[in-house]
């Protein structure tokens, strides 16, 4: 157990261990069968099996080899999280569009998967249908997420996105009266060219606050965050860039634009939600 109350294990499955895999991590880790059942559930238990690589370990009743390497990490804080679920808003087979709610990962972390919108969109079908990333939203952002449902519909939206043929917008809100009313913003990020262009919608003077509609030809990591803070008006509700603009609310940053070509049919998608 770590300093932070962590319980972290990695464990190579020896003779004599139990074979069973809610047994043999409630024996390496102390903690109760229940307790390792719902992590195992939620996505922070792995193992690492020769020639099949590492991958969620989510059955209690897995059994287990000798050489296996076992791994847990259990955050109870974590693993208590309960979020919004997202919407499915299109469903066009080979792959689908969702809008995340604020506050959930568009993919999990090492500690869980239950918080993620891919793990929500894989639990939502029934037949099952595998489920692969093709870009990703901020988890403090709302907004239109792509998710592929083939290894094939994956690499072809992904060429769309490096090839800059999806058009992304979003709507914000950020501090002060920006001035004038359209501009742009290329400063490198992490030592890489990144554009942001944006419009501004509206002022409210009384709130000191500007609502613009953006778009980016990059995707570099928290841009128009980091963009916007950089030239002074900050997102609101942005916890980690800019000053004055943090005041108990969410961050106010929508995805509410997603516009492309399907690389299937050849038809014109969009879609939109309203702020």
Not at 114 to 142: I, N, W
Not at 201 to 211: F, G, H, K, Y
Not at 237 to 265: H, I, W
Request: proline share 4%; net charge positive; with cysteine.
């Amino acid at each position: 157990m770590d300093t932070q109350g962590k319980i972290l294990i990695n464990k190579t499955v020896i003779a004599g261990d139990p074979f069973g895999a809610c047994e043999f991590l409630a024996l390496h880790s102390g903690l109760p069968k229940a307790r390792i059942k719902d992590a195992m559930n939620k996505g922070a238990a792995w193992i690492c099996r020769k020639g099949r690589g590492r991958e969620r370990l989510r059955r209690a009743t897995s059994i287990l080899k000798q050489g296996d390497i076992v791994e847990l990490y259990y955050d109870q804080a974590i693993l208590s999280i309960d979020l919004p679920h997202a919407r499915c808003l299109m469903d066009l087979r080979h792959y689908s569009i969702w809008d995340k709610p604020a506050g959930l990962l568009t993919q999990g972390t090492e500690y869980g998967d239950h918080c993620s919108l891919l793990r929500q969109v894989e639990l939502s079908f029934s037949p099952k249908r595998d489920v692969y990333p093709v870009h990703r939203l901020d988890r403090e952002a709302q907004g239109l997420v792509l998710v592929a449902h083939t290894s094939q519909a994956a690499g072809k939206l992904s060429e769309l996105f490096q090839g800059r043929a999806i058009t992304k917008r979003y709507q914000t809100e950020v501090l002060g009266l920006l001035e004038p009313d359209q501009g742009t913003i290329d400063t490198p990020l992490d030592q890489r060219s990144a554009l942001t262009r944006y419009s501004v919608l509206s002022r409210d003077p009384n709130a000191n606050v500007s609502t613009l509609l953006v778009e980016i030809e990059t995707g570099r990591l928290h841009q128009i965050r980091r963009h916007l803070a950089s030239i002074g008006h900050p997102v609101m509700g942005d916890s980690r860039y800019g000053k004055g603009n943090k005041d108990g609310k969410p961050m106010r940053l929508v995805a509410c634009v997603l516009e492309f070509q399907c690389p299937f049919t050849g038809h014109e998608v969009a879609c939109a939600i309203g702020v």
